[in-house]
Nanobody, 124 residues
Framework: QVQLVESGGGSVQAGGSLRLSCSAS???????LGWFRKPAGAEREGVAA???????NYAESVEGRFTISRDDAKATLYLQMNSLKPEDTATYYC???????????????????WGEGTRVTVSS
C-alpha cells in the first residue's frame, strides 16, 4: 500500500507559477506516477504522467507550461506549473500505479493510489 501526500497548492495570479510536490510513503521505483485535477463542477482530467523510465505524457491543455518530474530516491513526484491560467483552477491529485501501468491521460484517474489533493486557484 502506498500513501500519497500532496503539497504546494495555493493562490496565484494568471501568468504565475506553482510547484506541487507529492510524497509517497513507500518506494515508487518503476511505478507510473501522475497528476490529475478536478475543477469545481467538472469531471476529473489527467494532467501529466511519468513512467518509471522517465517517459512523460501531458494533456494538450498544459503541454509546454507544466513539467512533471520524479525523484525515486526521495519517493517524491513534482509538477512545475508555469504560465498559469484561470482555467487551471482545480484540486490537483497525485496518483501512482504499480509497474506494468500506462501513462495515457485516460488511465491516470484509474491508478491504484491517490492523494487527498491540493487546491490551486488562479485569478485573472
Amino acid at each position: 500500500q502506498v500513501q500519497l501526500v500532496e503539497s504546494g497548492g495555493g493562490s496565484v495570479q494568471a501568468g504565475g507559477s506553482l510547484r506541487l510536490s507529492c510524497s509517497a510513503s513507500a518506494s515508487i521505483y518503476s511505478y507510473c506516477l501522475g497528476w490529475f485535477r478536478k475543477p469545481a463542477g467538472a469531471e476529473r482530467e489527467g494532467v501529466a504522467a511519468i513512467a518509471g523510465d522517465g517517459t512523460t505524457n501531458y494533456a494538450e491543455s498544459v503541454e509546454g507550461r507544466f513539467t512533471i518530474s520524479r525523484d525515486d530516491a526521495k519517493a517524491t513526484l513534482y509538477l512545475q506549473m508555469n504560465s498559469l491560467k484561470p482555467e487551471d483552477t482545480a484540486t490537483y491529485y497525485c496518483a501512482a500505479d504499480r509497474p506494468g501501468c500506462s501513462i495515457l491521460m485516460s488511465t491516470i484517474t484509474y491508478y491504484n493510489f491517490w492523494g487527498e489533493g491540493t487546491r490551486v486557484t488562479v485569478s485573472s
